[in-house]
């Protein structure tokens, strides 16, 4: 399409069968920060325990990223029941407002935050992101300047870009504007992660005349700093994949994913070899 936007075709397969057993719960949980994505799409875990696998990921000290794919009304009883083990749901504006069923970002994100989270990050597309934390720190960031060829696969480099942040120890500004210009390098490829490369080469591009201009709302300073190390701590994804259309858990630390010191790189190398795996 003009825009970059690319229709997609989809039938319920392995996501509905997919299910993490006891006996895995010590390898998925050996991380520093679990993704959960495709709430809504998988029939065994949404019953009752993914929140049993959040909820004991937040008793063992681990971040919890949270996003949904094709959120519908009839989905806010899977997701209100993770929001409060979750630290940062990250659904689009379109996701949010179809669960909540409101319009403005900042009732969107603190309808959210009332359910438990404990920040909401909404992607808006060429309208940048919000953030809203419920410490009262808030801000907007404007979308990256980009010629877009595709934007299939921007909201998973967006949760992949800010969890990288997070393990850079960056505050939630820096975590942010990382996680956009990991999406905004994607939309200039064809395909997922056609258009990212490495982190050193996400910095130029934030660099290079692709400056994000934050506009704090009601902004706090943030409080303390983060206990994520990048050389320790490995980061640990249960996700959905789109292209295959299954569920994988994926575990990594630095020498197995991040090369070129860290990034973007080794996580694109990840995704596509997950799609070869899975397909």
Not at 98 to 110: E, I, K, M, T
Not at 113 to 140: M, S
Not at 202 to 208: G, M, Q, R, S, V
Not at 211 to 222: L, M, T
Request: charged share 20%; glycine share 12%.
């Amino acid at each position: 399409r003009p825009d970059g936007a690319r229709a997609a075709l989809h039938k319920r397969g392995a996501t509905d069968g997919f299910y993490i057993s006891d006996d895995q719960i010590d390898d998925l949980l050996d991380t520093r920060i679990l993704h959960v994505g495709g709430v809504g799409l998988m029939n065994r875990m949404d019953a009752g325990r993914t929140e049993e696998i959040l909820r004991e990921a937040k008793r063992r000290g681990v971040t919890v990223t949270l996003d949904v794919f094709a959120s519908t009304p009839d989905d806010l009883p899977k997701v209100a029941r993770l929001l409060p083990h979750a630290d940062y749901f990250l659904p689009s504006e379109e996701e949010a407002r179809a669960l909540s069923g409101l319009s403005d970002n900042r009732d969107l994100a603190q309808f959210l935050i009332d359910r438990g989270v404990a920040c909401v990050i909404l992607t808006l597309g060429a309208d940048g992101a919000f953030y809203r934390h419920r410490d009262g720190t808030e801000f907007h960031t404007a979308a990256f300047a980009v010629d877009v060829k595709c934007t299939c696969g921007c909201g998973d480099c967006f949760n992949g870009g800010f969890a990288t942040g997070l393990i850079k120890g960056l505050d939630a500004r820096g975590a942010v504007q990382i996680a956009q210009a990991s999406s905004a390098q994607n939309a200039t490829g064809l395909g997922s992660q056609a258009g990212v490369r490495d982190y050193a080469t996400t910095l130029a591009f934030i660099k290079a005349g692709y400056n994000v201009a934050f506009e704090p709302i009601e902004a706090r300073q943030r409080i303390g700093q983060s206990n994520i190390r990048f050389a320790r701590d490995g980061v640990k994804f249960f996700a959905f994949d789109g292209v295959s259309g299954g569920f994988v858990v994926i575990g990594f630390d630095i020498f197995d994913i991040f090369q070129n010191i860290i990034g973007f790189q080794g996580l694109s190398f990840l995704w596509q070899g997950l799609y070869c795996f899975c397909g």
